[in-house]
């Protein structure tokens, strides 16, 4: 699957957003990728999830596991065309755990896959989480990467769709300046 063909299902499902919205991150931008939205459609989830794993088949992950909730939805697909279990981290008082019994076994081979990375910085906490319980980190995957490819991972990294989308800090942010105020889109937009 092209970086072409991800943007035109993006586009034709609605999922990439324009408007001030406040990132995960904390960062500003104009444009939010829904990816609810696209993965809405469970078949392009699927083939969206296969086309990643071919680039991990190789390690023979013992389980995928993402953050909660963007991930969750890509993490279980991902573990269906790995043939390995997909678990899901949490954040509990802001800090990300595992919960519901998800338990990962020292030397167990982990992926760790995300919908969309813009600064890593979920992506990374996850690692953390894996090395917590002594596992192994063999690489990460997200369908978007909206860093246009600066985030550094220190482990090997695939997206499908590596496209770069200005982010603003809130004293830098142009909209912000014009007085505008930003929205947090994850649940409402
Ligand atoms: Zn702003």
Redesign the pocket.
Known sequence: MDPGEVARIFDQTGALLEG?FLLTSGL?SEKYLQCARVLQWAEKAQAFAQALAQNFLSNKPDLVISPAIGGIILGHEMGRALACRALFAERENGVLRLRRGFEIYPGEKALVVEDVITTGGSTMETIEVVKSYGGVVVGAASLVDRSGGQASLGVRYHSLWTLSIPT?R?EN?P??KSGSK?VKPGSRV
Do not use: G, L, R, S
Request: proline share 12%; hydrophobic share 10%; glycine share 0%.
């Open positions: 001030h500003h603003y809130q942010c909209m912000c930003p």
